[in-house]
């Protein structure tokens, strides 16, 4: 039981380019987010997903877009970066409806971008 | 809207007792969760607190008083390895998000 997976661990970018982060949880979980995290900082949230095939913005989206196709997986997608876009971003998740107090993170994208 | 106050950084000695508060502001409210996120790592879920009270998880213990709209987390017999930031996050009315406090570092002296 892997819990809740994210891919890659690092990243560098150049401003204007685009990528994928991926998130797999094999806890059969509904509900999955991302946050990001600057240095020193709180958690904010991006997106969030209810379930397979729905998405919903979070305290920070724009400059981010997110897709749910299948139960377990939840990408976040960087369409064209910009440096502050340079975070660590955690995905979570959490299996009861109306308990996302207690959420499992993944271990972390590192992203720059230069 | 929905915020959290939680002082910056608390440093303490190993074997002490330490206490980090958290008070929030919301529009509705229904629990109080703390999480604990050493350097590099990842948040990993600490207590959550629905109802007035104290609820001890070990040598932590968590506190709430939603008069007060106040709440605690009480670190015991401190070890160098509890050294990390400390989270207290709401979630709100609807139970499908959380919002997080800035975070409280602790620093765990010999």
């Known amino acids: 039981n892997a819990g809740v997976t994210q891919t890659p661990k690092f990243r560098v970018l150049k401003t204007g380019q685009s990528m994928t982060l991926l998130c797999a949880q094999d806890?059969?979980?509904?509900?999955m987010y991302w946050y990001r995290q600057d240095p020193g900082m709180g958690l904010r949230l991006i997106h969030y997903s209810v379930g397979e095939g729905t998405t919903a913005k979070g305290e920070v989206p724009d400059g981010y877009n997110v897709s749910r196709l299948k139960k377990q997986n939840f990408l976040l997608g960087l369409e064209s970066a910009a440096p502050s876009q340079t975070s660590v971003y955690f995905c979570?998740?959490?299996?009861?409806?109306?308990?996302?107090?207690?959420?499992?993170f993944g271990p972390g994208t590192r992203l720059t971008v230069t | 809207g929905q915020s959290l106050e939680q002082p910056s950084e608390v440093t303490a000695v190993e074997g002490a007792i330490v206490q980090i508060n958290c008070t929030y502001q919301?529009?509705?409210?229904?629990?109080l969760s703390w999480y604990q996120q050493h350097d590099g790592g990842a948040p990993t879920f600490l207590s959550y607190n629905a109802l007035d009270g104290l609820e001890e998880t070990g040598r932590f213990s968590s506190f709430l008083s939603r008069s007060d709209s106040y709440g605690y987390l009480l670190l015991q017999e401190l070890q160098m390895k509890d050294s990390a930031s400390y989270f207290c996050?709401?979630?709100?009315?609807?139970?499908?998000?959380?919002?997080f406090g800035g975070g409280t570092r602790l620093m765990v002296k010999p």
């Open positions: 919301t529009s509705g409210f229904y629990g």
């Open positions: 996050a709401v979630p709100n009315n609807a139970g499908n998000m959380l919002t």
């Open positions: 979570a998740s959490t299996a009861h409806v109306r308990a996302s107090y207690e959420q499992y």
């Open positions: 806890m059969n979980h509904e509900y």
